[in-house]
């Protein structure tokens, strides 16, 4: 559990407990605003959890295998621990053939650390991701589910110096 549980063993503070509850009302059957809950808990946590999962499941009313079944299906979420920046490196198949391993390389080399690990700051994390629908800019790079555009070497030099 996080630092922020309360008494009733929830992973969340009263105040995000309260804009879980706020996504059960917006739509008109309450699990339409799941994704953006579990978006909601993303951010907080840099992942989702089991536990977050199951209060999740609690607050909308819902199962808890169907609210783990959409924190694991998209890809927009995770259940390991992500850095502030979470690097997301495209290797379908257009962004293989024009060069993802090699932007693989380079994201080791300049982060310091190895796939779907946090650099000790906690600032980033990368990972490889399926098909990001930007073959134009293959092989693409995202920065907390913003395209930046092509994994080229400067682009991922630019990671580490702040500037994208």
Request: glycine share 8%.
């Amino acid at each position: 559990m996080s630092a922020t549980a309360t008494k009733s063993k929830t992973p969340f503070t009263p105040e995000q407990e309260k804009e879980l509850v706020a996504w059960t009302k917006r739509y008109p059957h309450s699990n339409m605003g799941l994704v953006e809950a579990l978006r909601a808990v993303q951010d907080w946590h840099r992942r989702i959890t089991e536990a977050d999962a199951a209060r999740v499941a609690e607050i909308f009313g819902l199962p808890f295998n169907r609210v783990w079944g959409v924190a694991t299906f998209f890809p927009s979420f995770t259940q390991w621990q992500t850095g502030r920046k979470r690097v997301g490196l495209c290797h379908g198949l257009s962004c293989w053939l024009a060069g993802s391993d090699a932007a693989e390389k380079a994201l080791r080399e300049t982060l310091g650390v190895p796939e779907k690990t946090c650099t000790a700051d906690g600032e980033f994390s990368w990972e490889a991701m399926e098909c990001l629908g930007a073959c134009e800019q293959a092989p693409a790079l995202l920065v907390n589910d913003r395209l930046i555009g092509r994994a080229d070497a400067a682009a991922i030099a630019a990671l580490k110096k702040g500037k994208k």
